[in-house]
C-alpha cells in the first residue's frame, strides 16, 4: 500500500476526523484479469478488443489460471504476472492477426513477431 502525506492547517477535530476516514479505507486489490486487461489498453486496444484477447486466452493457454483470474496479483510472487504478460502478448498478436492485421499497436505486443508484409518490385530494387 501507498503512503500518501498530505500537508495542510486544520483543527484537531478536522484532524481526528480525517485519520478516522482514512484508517477505515480498504486497499483496492488488483485482480490478474484488471492487471492484463489493464496492460492490453494501455498499450493501444480499446477495451472491447481487450476483453476478446482475454476471453480467448483464459480459455486456451491460460487454462492453467482458471479460478485465479480474480485473486489480487500480490497474491502470487511477481514472477508470475510477468509470465502471463508476457504470453497474453502473443495472444493479442494472433489476435490482431485474425481480426486487425493492420492496427497501429501491433508492434506493442509483437517482440521478435513483425507483420509480414509483403514488398513490392519498386521497394526492393531500391
Same mark, same amino acid.
Request: glycine letters at 4%; proline letters at 7%.
Given at each position: 500500500?501507498?503512503?500518501?502525506?498530505?500537508?495542510?492547517?486544520?483543527?484537531?477535530?478536522t484532524?481526528?476526523?480525517?485519520?478516522?476516514?482514512?484508517?477505515?479505507?480498504?486497499?483496492?486489490?488488483? /485482480?490478474?484479469?484488471?492487471? $492484463? %486487461?489493464?496492460?492490453?489498453? @494501455?498499450?493501444?486496444?480499446?477495451?472491447?478488443?481487450? +476483453?476478446?484477447?482475454?476471453?480467448?486466452?483464459?480459455?486456451?493457454?491460460?487454462?492453467?489460471?482458471?479460478?485465479?483470474w480474480?485473486?489480487p496479483?500480490?497474491?502470487?510472487?511477481? /514472477?508470475?504476472?510477468?509470465? $502471463? %504478460?508476457?504470453?497474453?502478448? @502473443?495472444?493479442?498478436?494472433?489476435?490482431?492477426?485474425? +481480426?486487425?492485421?493492420?492496427?497501429?499497436?501491433?508492434?506493442?505486443?509483437?517482440?521478435?513477431?513483425?507483420?509480414?508484409?509483403?514488398?513490392?518490385?519498386?521497394?526492393?530494387?531500391?
Amino acid at each position: 500500500m501507498e503512503k500518501i502525506t498530505i500537508k495542510c492547517k486544520v483543527d484537531d477535530e478536522t484532524a481526528r476526523s480525517i485519520a478516522v476516514a482514512c484508517s477505515q479505507v480498504t486497499p483496492v486489490a488488483v /485482480t490478474f484479469k484488471e492487471t $492484463l %486487461i489493464k496492460h492490453l489498453t @494501455d498499450n493501444g486496444m480499446f477495451p472491447d478488443q481487450a +476483453n476478446a484477447v482475454f476471453d480467448q486466452y483464459s480459455n486456451d493457454a491460460g487454462k492453467p489460471m482458471a479460478g485465479r483470474w480474480n485473486k489480487p496479483t500480490a497474491s502470487e510472487p511477481n /514472477t508470475v504476472l510477468a509470465v $502471463l %504478460i508476457l504470453s497474453i502478448n @502473443d495472444e493479442a498478436v494472433r489476435w490482431i492477426d485474425e +481480426n486487425l492485421p493492420k492496427a497501429w499497436y501491433r508492434p506493442m505486443f509483437a517482440k521478435d513477431n513483425p507483420p509480414q508484409v509483403e514488398e513490392s518490385d519498386e521497394v526492393s530494387k531500391g
